[in-house]
């Protein structure tokens, strides 16, 4: 599933509850009340808007992305990534240590943690470039 489509499942969502929010104000109005005070029923949201509201949110993502603040707290992004991937990794070389894994293996997991660390190193300079756009 790409951003667009989560995007347009989103504004689904939203529009479900939408629906959901007009249909207990308009049962909440049927008992005695001023007449003309009840909500208008909902008309039901039409495919094509809902694909126009995401396409919509998705221009501005993409944007805001384009951006200098979207530029550095996406390298920023990346980097958390790259750290959690770097713990996750770490923590499996103390397991393996533990274990008593060979040292073949520990080199290997060493390469895969000095990546991630290179991946971390890459996203702050990309976020500093960001900050100097």
């Given at each position: 599933m790409n951003e667009l489509d989560r995007l347009i499942e989103a504004e689904t969502k939203a529009e479900a509850a939408r629906a959901t929010f007009a249909r207990r104000e308009l049962a909440r109005c049927r008992g005695v009340s001023w007449?003309?005070?009840?909500?208008?029923?909902?008309?039901?949201?039409?495919?094509?808007?809902?694909?126009?509201?995401?396409?919509?949110?998705?221009?501005?993502?993409?944007?805001?992305?384009?951006?200098?603040?979207?530029?550095?707290?996406?390298?920023?992004?990346?980097?958390?990534?790259?750290a959690r991937q770097a713990f996750t990794t770490a923590e499996r070389a103390r397991a393996g240590a533990s274990r008593g894994e060979p040292v073949d293996w520990r080199l290997q997991v060493l390469d895969e943690l000095a990546a991630q660390a290179r991946a971390i190193a890459a996203g702050v300079r990309r976020a500093r470039r960001a900050l100097s756009s």
């Open positions: 007449s003309g005070m009840a909500p208008e029923p909902a008309a039901p949201c039409p495919p094509a808007t809902l694909q126009a509201r995401g396409q919509a949110r998705l221009a501005a993502r993409e944007a805001w992305r384009a951006g200098a603040d979207g530029a550095f707290i996406s390298n920023l992004a990346d980097c958390q990534a790259a």
